[in-house]
């Protein structure tokens, strides 16, 4: 639970004191413990029978008998922990790994394995596998938090049966049981209370009101409350799952993962591109039916054409989301789900809670207000004293105590502050002083107070007390049954306290307003005083809205108030939901911020669910980021990370379609032309070396801008020309490199043999006599020069969407970033590298260093880079289909 609650119920049961411990005797983990009987007057109260409810004569003291309540648990009444919520592993593991495309890559790795074709099987199956494993890990990962999740404690709960008192472990609570509550007890089922006169109730963790609320008998105590004063018994009406608690506990285990727009369109791209590579796998199998290809080559063109499709982004974009999370740790924010690193970048609207988030929780010292003749030292004096005596001291006297200096009392009765009272009280040697709500004391005074003054200030979002000073010294603050009562009083002073901002708010506000994303306060406190603080802020809060004004607006309403509104005050858990579900129907990009259960429902509602670290358990296992020291501070700069993800992301998803499409398009020319297949699977891989190293550099180096709305139709005015061009200066490579060879051999200046061992020089292989060597040397040559001038280009399409220089800058403004030029020369020597090493060369089915491709290929991309520059610079894509640029 969060360190405000655990603090606070840790003073309750040390004030509590160990009474409570005696009689107790140990009988191990969840078996009841004997307490003395206490017998309590029988008096009319609900009794559960069954699903009825009946008025009969019932003393609470005694409350079930132990064979009742047995018989209740076995009818599935007890008080059992929520289970369940999200998917099993089964499930996991079988949309992760058994998916359609990866059973298609498995069906093909399996064949080549027993064709014995282990380079290929390495190639073709193991980047899906990778990514298969990778999602199917963090899904479990997630799962096991959320199954851990419990609103409620796990201590124990003190019980009537048979009369007697019992503390036994909560989830042996059945309906119908009669329980004690004590201060510092956690309520553990829903159900009226029964007895007790009064109780406060802490019900901050479910709604976010900080002030107790106090209950009398007949109202209702929610479970996951605490109580912090009085006491009485409490009959469980609700229990399990069927609680306030336990709704809340299996709302929050609701897997609800929102796919982030970079996710959805490379998921919609790699669908895309799977339909054309289908379409293209029928019409090539079926040639190769009627030409009579072996079964080695028909898989070996499936894995292949498998491999087109571009299922190594999603392993690309985790490794650019691990690396983002790295990054925006140093920043305070702990990132708990992956794609939260991208995700942020997109959030146009924050929705926060006040206490925790805006505000540090805790009050300053504002303002404090003579009033008549007495002096400001005198007040300040006096008040300071009275902070610095106070032996229950509250949030107010630790701010005064803070503030102000006090002198030592002699202190002969204290009243602490309690939310029904609304005052506090010492009486001294020094006087009777009180300090509290000025309604709360208006009754006793014998003057009045300035009534606009306290108007004033709390139109400004301060809380405003009252010192007041009994007229006789001496005077108690009891009656004579020792209950709180004021004596006659005189004013003093107004006292103004803040509600404490966090030093680094106003500054986080104004980024967000730079970056155009707009703030909503979400609170459960008086939306007068949500409001002020909103403004202090620089929060833009015009009229607040209180929660109860939105319960019977229909959608349609509810959208047009939560457009205009930025101030919502006095809002339960139900309340927010509905407001981040009206955001997202207005199309925005939702991220809440909280720190109690109270907020878990809207969290796990918005795109992105943000937690502080001092928050409960609960929020925190349910958000996608926590931010480590509770700064919202933190965002903005994770924002900008996640913006420079999205756009190294999206260079690189420019450079892998313009490969992927141009290896598609020369597939199809080549092989209809009937110059055998154009690439083995261990060439494919060479994608990886193209694409997916200088994507980790380039989300590196991006820039933080906004995400482009027009992300896929720009990609289709770069990627469509530039494969159209890409790919037809492929295939004129191929076909010079495959007649070059056929007409090599077909001259008859050379000898079988001598066929044969330039043959295996190339490929490293054996080959019997009676191979094709003509056939077989032309394609593997020709595959070489392709794979040079493929790889080779796609460097050179980095260099038009990073230009150094206005030699590049067709598609593109230059930057002055020369890193993607030096990362494009790198690459260059590396694979010139593989070009001379045989052992590398002969992995990637190559050939060795070779005369006839360096003289084909250079002068192919030098025309290349000519004929793509013309396109690109003068948009002839565009003007040929009417495409406006944006």
Same mark, same amino acid.
């Given at each position: 639970?969060?360190s ?48 009825r ?5 019932l ?15 076995r ?32 069906v ?5 394995l ?68 004590r ?31 106090v ?20 009959q ?22 929102d ?15 799977m ?10 199998l ?78 300053s010292?504002?303002?404090i ?7 400001y ?18 949030l ?65 979002g ?30 003093? $002073? !107004?006292?103004? +306290?803040? #509600?404490?901002?966090? %030093?680094? *708010? =106003?500054?986080?506000?104004?980024? /967000? ?8 306060v ?26 109860? $004004? !939105?319960?019977? +607006?229909? #959608?349609?309403?509810? %959208?047009? *108030? =939560?457009?205009?509104?930025?101030? /919502? ?33 809207a ?14 358990? =609960?929020t925190?296992?349910?958000a ?49 032309l ?11 891989g ?25 992300m ?11 494969s ?64 040079t ?14 230009p ?32 001379f ?28 880079y ?21």
């Open positions: 639970m969060g405000r609650r655990e603090r606070r119920r840790t003073a309750l049961r040390r004030r509590r004191g160990r009474a409570d411990s005696r009689g107790l005797r140990c009988c191990g983990w969840g078996q009841p413990v004997t307490r003395t009987k206490e017998k309590t007057p029988a008096r009319n109260v609900p009794l559960i029978r069954g699903d409810m009946e008025q009969v004569m003393a609470p003291a005694e409350g079930l008998t132990g064979a009742e309540a047995e018989a209740r648990r009818r599935g009444e007890g008080n059992a922990a929520v289970q369940g919520g999200s998917r099993s592993y089964g499930e996991i593991l079988r949309t992760n790994v058994f998916s359609f495309f990866n059973l298609i890559l498995f093909i790795g399996a064949a080549l027993a064709l014995e074709r282990y380079s290929d099987a390495l190639i073709s199956v193991g980047l899906g596998l990778i990514n298969a494993v990778i999602s199917a890990a963090q899904e479990i990962r997630a799962k096991r938090k959320l199954d851990r999740l419990q609103l409620l404690d796990r201590a124990g709960v003190m019980v009537i049966r048979d009369g007697q008192e019992l503390e036994i472990s909560p989830e042996l609570v059945v309906r119908g049981d009669v329980l004690r509550v201060p510092g007890d956690q309520i553990v089922v829903d159900g009226p209370l029964l007895d007790g006169g009064r109780l406060e109730a802490d019900e901050s963790l479910l709604t976010g009101e900080s002030d107790p609320v209950k009398h008998p007949g109202d209702d105590l929610r479970s996951g409350s605490l109580c912090v004063a009085g006491g009485g018994h409490q469980a009406r609700d229990v399990g799952a069927h609680s306030y608690a336990g709704r809340l506990t299996a709302e929050a285990r609701r897997s609800t993962t796919k982030t727009p970079l996710q959805r369109r490379i998921e919609f791209i790699v669908r895309l591109v339909v054309l590579a289908a379409l293209m796998s029928g019409a090539i079926a040639q190769a039916a009627i030409e009579g290809f072996s079964v080695l080559r028909v898989v070996q063109i499936t894995a292949v054409l498998s491999g087109l499709v571009p299922y190594g982004l999603f392993f690309l974009i985790a490794l650019a989301y691990t690396a983002g999370a790295v990054r925006i740790a140093r920043h305070g924010a702990l990132v708990q789900q992956v794609n939260a690193v991208e995700s942020v970048s997109n959030v146009d609207v924050v929705c926060t809670d006040k206490t925790g988030t805006l505000t540090t929780g805790q009050l010292l504002e303002e207000v003579p009033i008549g003749e007495h002096e030292a005198e007040v300040a004096t006096a008040l300071g004293s009275l902070a610095h005596n106070a032996t229950t001291p509250n107010t006297a630790l701010a005064l105590v803070a503030a102000l200096p006090g002198d030592v009392w002699e202190v002969r009765d204290e009243v602490p502050f309690s939310s029904s009272l609304r005052w506090s009280g010492l009486v001294t040697d020094e006087g009777t002083w009180v300090l509290g709500a000025p309604d709360a004391l208006a009754p006793r005074l014998r003057r009045p107070f300035p009534a606009a003054e306290v108007t004033a200030r709390t139109g400004l301060l809380r405003v007390l009252l010192l007041a000073r009994a007229e006789e010294d001496m005077t108690g603050l009891r009656d004579a049954d020792g209950h709180p009562e004021l004596p006659m009083l005189a004013p003093v $002073a !107004l006292v103004a +306290l803040a #509600d404490e901002l966090r %030093d680094e *708010v =106003v500054e986080t506000v104004r980024r /967000f307003a730079d970056e155009g994303v707009s703030l909503k979400l609170s459960g406190d008086d939306p007068r005083t949500v409001a002020a603080i909103a403004r202090r802020a620089g929060i833009d809060a015009d009229e607040p809205v209180p929660g109860a $004004a !939105l319960d019977d +607006l229909d #959608d349609p309403a509810l %959208d047009a *108030v =939560v457009a205009r509104t930025a101030v /919502f005050g006095r809002v339960a858990p139900e309340h927010k939901e509905r407001i981040v579900r009206s955001l997202r129907r207005q199309g925005h990009y939702v991220a809440m911020i909280g720190d109690g259960v109270n907020d878990a429902r969290l796990k509602q918005a795109h992105i669910g943000v937690a502080m670290r001092s928050g409960s358990a =609960v925190k296992d349910v996608d980021i926590v931010l480590v020291e509770d700064s919202f501070a933190a965002l903005p700069p994770a924002q900008l990370e996640g913006r420079k993800i999205i756009n190294g992301i999206g260079i690189s998803l420019y450079v892998f379609l313009a490969r992927v499409v141009s290896q598609g398009l020369v597939i199809l020319t080549v092989t209809m009937g110059l055998g297949f154009p690439y083995s699977p261990t060439q494919v060479l994608t990886m070396f193209t694409v997916g190293v200088p994507t980790v550099f380039l989300t590196f180096w991006a820039k933080p801008t906004r995400p482009d709305p027009f896929l139709r720009n990609l289709v005015r770069f990627v469509v020309p530039a159209l061009v890409t790919a037809t200066f492929g295939a004129a490579v191929y076909t010079a490199l495959y007649e070059i060879v056929i007409a090599g051999f077909s001259s008859g200046r050379r000898t079988p043999h001598q066929i044969i061992e330039e043959f295996e020089s190339y490929t490293g292989l054996t080959y019997g006599i009676d191979a094709d060597f003509t056939t077989a040397a032309a394609t593997i040559l020709a595959q070489t020069g392709l794979s001038f493929f790889c080779f280009a796609s460097f050179g399409l980095i260099l038009f969407l990073a150094r220089s206005r030699f590049f800058a067709a598609w593109t403004t230059p930057t002055k970033d020369t890193r993607p030029a030096l990362l494009v020369l790198g690459l260059c020597i590396v694979f010139s590298a593989v070009l090493i045989p052992v590398l060369w002969q992995y990637f089915g190559l050939t060795g260093p070779s005369r006839p491709v360096f003289l084909v290929v250079v002068p192919a991309l030098l025309f290349w000519g004929t793509l520059t013309v396109v690109l610079r003068y948009r002839v894509f565009d003007r040929l289909l009417g495409i406006e640029a944006h």
